[in-house]
């Protein structure tokens, strides 16, 4: 797994914006994925993992109902849908893969392979 994420840029709040993750390995969707995002001066936090063990999608309180999350196997890349963007949703946002989130628990530590993160600002 070898990732790419892209999408990011300056948003109003109460905007959308869509996220990219691309995988030029080409085993993205045999994996168990997770986006993560760290906003300034704060620690990585988990936003959103799609167990590939359990098959259910864990989502951060914080976001759920606003943000969504898809994949295309044809393309081999995942996407982050972010609607009613918050000043407080801005960050950079990681791709992540190779990990585990069973029954929710998930961190950056269990997790193998990232893509390089991509700025997102919500702003007016």
């Known amino acids: 797994v070898q990732l790419q994420a892209s999408g990011g840029g300056l948003v109003l709040p109460g905007g959308s914006l869509r996220l990219s993750c691309a995988d030029s390995?080409?085993?993205?969707?045999?994996?168990?994925q997770a986006w993560f995002r760290q906003a300034p001066g704060k620690e990585l936090e988990p936003v959103v993992c799609?167990?590939?063990?359990?098959?259910?999608?864990y989502w951060a309180d914080s976001v759920k109902g606003r943000f969504t999350v898809s994949g295309s196997r044809a393309k081999n890349e995942m996407y982050l849908q972010m609607t009613n963007l918050k000043p407080e949703d801005t960050g950079v946002y990681y791709c992540?893969?190779?990990?585990?989130?069973?029954?929710?628990?998930?961190?950056?530590?269990?997790?193998?392979?990232w893509g390089q993160g991509t700025l997102v600002t919500v702003s007016s």
């Open positions: 992540a893969a190779q990990g585990h989130c069973d029954g929710g628990h998930y961190s950056p530590a269990g997790f193998a392979s």
């Open positions: 799609i167990s590939k063990s359990d098959g259910n999608t």
């Open positions: 390995g080409r085993t993205l969707a045999l994996s168990t």
